[in-house]
């Protein structure tokens, strides 16, 4: 059996003696002296049995037991001793030794006894053994069971929170995230649990060198330079990739072959289940949308609402929603045909289907409106995408026929999440406030839209003998007329001062001027902003001396005498929309100012238009 038999005795002819009975049956028998020499052997391996004196010069025998018995207290000891004491054997067995010998020790006792021990530790491992494969059954069947019900559950919400679980449960995580793939393929986070910050975590997972070819193998891994450390399970399914989690802070300090190896398993039937999931989702949607229109029906929408309000709670997102009213389709359908008003709200749709994501959602409200919700999108997002939505719109080849006999009269208005309000009503109630606001707006009342960038700055200017503007008490304001000539400057500066105050902030700022000079108070003012910053500012005129800076763009703009007769700020952000465009005279400079929106946006399109500067 080669069984490893540690025998300890001061008495170096015992041993011997000991040894070669042992050695003769079999076993593999290591000598010892005295106690401490016995704890350096089993600290270096593991004995079956241990046979030792009682006593000993130093360590005794009865102290070396109860060493041995607090690393394994199932060690198997037999006990030798030299004097014939009745109560030997008592104290023996108090001390928990297996069996008890007198000195002098006859071969068949010796050996008898050695036997009973190992049976016993045959019996333990063998009883190991079998608790352990009884163990890896029921593991790998409660790893079998989360996978059949990944495979069965086609919500992809409550799918991906279920992936994070299932991992973190059976590699022992306290905290973990999952970065799931968009229609673009870039990483997005979906999920998090536990005890990770998240701040700290990125919303998108830039995957990049040794990295992306570890998630290409498929393989989950630990990065040897993770403290504490950090295990990260790809999503493969078919060779592509569909997600990364990451799992951290371990119950047990590590994530050893076994969490591995389990959480590849389950990764792989996660992916199924993901792919799965993505195509039951469009499945899903061919069922519930409106027959002329290709939109989703309004209760789709609004269970797809409540999901993207959860989530947003949840972890701390944003996301937008677009109302868009065609104001004129009852119009049309009295004028023209019902015909007609059907294919230009197809149109209309049409044109929208064409710029939204995946994750985009349309639906039909009413006859004559549509929502549009935009997850992961903040308010500048949904300004930005408004523009380009009325630009589509307009392109359309059944809107174009359409609005040559009638406009359409096409309205939006927009809502963020949390800004604008926490639940679908008051978003809804958000986006038509500003649906009105649009309707009341100089852009509408003046007919502003056919116009060119100058033509219509010289409508808004005036003159001294120009009519009054157009006002309503929806509208946001407007004015024109003398302005001091030192507010040009003045307003560069505050805008610089806000700019400066919140760099992660998301705007678009366009500054003209006759001359592009280092002096201005736009430049001047953002000398301080950060290298790293989210708004975007120009400056517009004829070149001068200033050609590079940190956070303004010199465009230089030549040969267009309008440039020099004339000054202007457009300003838009998240917060705020404000414009002015003046004209220096020999007297007082005359000026228009205004925070509509609609003309904010409408000046910025034309100018970039009119220039061909690239659209933000």
């Known amino acids: 059996m080669h069984a490893p038999i540690l025998v300890v005795d001061d008495d170096a002819l015992f041993r011997e003696v000991v040894a070669d009975i042992l050695n003769k049956h079999g076993h593999r028998a290591i000598g010892a002296e005295n106690a401490t020499a016995a704890l350096d052997e089993a600290s270096r391996q593991a004995f079956d049995v241990v046979i030792t004196d009682l006593v000993m010069p130093g360590v005794d025998g009865l102290q070396l037991i109860a060493r041995l018995r607090e690393k394994n207290p199932e060690q198997e000891i037999i006990l030798l001793s030299g004097r014939s004491d009745s109560q030997a054997p008592v104290t023996a067995k108090r001390a928990g030794v297996s069996d008890y010998l007198v000195k002098p020790v006859g071969e068949a006792d010796l050996s008898l006894a050695v036997d009973r021990c190992l ?146 398993v389950l990764a792989d039937f996660a992916a199924v289940g993901v792919t799965n999931g993505r195509r039951y989702l469009a499945l899903q949607r061919m069922g519930l949308r409106d027959r002329d229109t290709a939109a989703y029906n309004l209760s789709y929408f609004t269970d797809y609402a409540s999901k993207e309000i959860y989530k947003a709670r949840r972890y701390g997102r944003t996301f937008s929603l677009l109302t868009f009213s065609i104001d004129n389709l009852a119009l049309i359908r009295q004028r023209l045909s019902a015909q007609d008003a059907r294919r230009g709200a197809r149109g209309a749709i049409r044109a929208l289907s064409t710029m939204i994501r995946d994750a985009d959602v349309i639906a039909k409200a009413s006859d004559h409106e549509f929502y549009l919700l935009l997850p992961e999108t903040d308010f500048f997002g949904a300004l930005m995408f408004g523009r380009r939505a009325a630009a589509a719109v307009a392109a359309e080849a059944e809107v174009k026929e359409l609005e040559a006999r009638l406009p359409l009269g096409l309205v939006g208005g927009a809502a963020t999440f949390p800004r604008d309000g926490e639940d679908f009503d008051e978003l809804v109630h958000r986006c038509r406030r500003r649906m009105d606001e649009r309707r009341a707006s100089l852009q509408r009342k003046l007919v502003l839209d056919p116009l060119p960038f100058w033509d219509e700055v010289e409508l808004l200017l005036g003159g001294a003998q120009s009519p009054r503007l157009p006002a309503e008490a929806q509208a946001e304001p407007s004015r024109r007329g003398r302005v001091a000539d030192s507010l040009f400057d003045e307003l560069q500066a505050e805008i610089a001062r806000e700019l400066c105050r919140d760099p992660s902030a998301r705007g678009l700022l366009y500054v003209g001027v006759p001359k592009v000079r280092s002096e201005l108070p736009i430049a001047a003012g953002l000398d301080a902003a950060p290298p790293e910053h989210s708004f975007r500012a120009y400056v517009l005129g004829r070149r001068g001396n200033l050609v590079s800076h940190v956070a303004l763009t010199p465009v230089a703009l030549e040969g267009d005498e309008r440039m020099a007769r004339h000054e202007f700020l457009l300003w838009l952000s998240e917060s705020s929309a404000y414009a002015l465009v003046q004209r220096r005279g020999k007297g007082a400079t005359w000026g228009f100012h205004t925070s509509d929106t609609a003309v904010v946006e409408g000046l910025i399109t034309k100018l970039q238009e009119q220039y061909d500067l690239q659209p933000y």
Not at 122 to 136: A, F, T, V
Request: contains cysteine; charged residues 30%; negative net charge.
């Open 119 to 264: 049976d016993r530790v045959s019996l333990r491992k063998e009883r190991s053994r079998l608790l352990g494969e009884n163990l890896e059954h029921q593991r790998a069947h409660e790893i079998h069971r989360r996978c059949l019900e990944l495979l069965s559950n086609p919500d992809l919400e409550t799918l991906q929170e279920r992936v994070l679980a299932d991992l973190a449960g059976i590699c022992d995580a306290q905290s973990a995230a999952l970065w799931i793939a968009d229609e673009r393929g870039d990483l997005r986070l979906r999920a998090y649990r536990g005890l990770l910050d998240k701040q700290a975590l990125p919303d998108r997972f830039d995957l990049h060198g040794a990295m992306a070819d570890r998630v290409a193998a498929g393989a989950p891994w630990v990065p040897p330079d993770s403290k504490p450390p950090v295990l990260y399970v790809p999503l493969l399914a078919g060779g592509e990739r569909v997600g990364l989690a990451q799992l951290s802070d371990s119950l047990s300090g590590a994530f050893g072959p076994d969490a591995v190896k389990s959480a590849r």
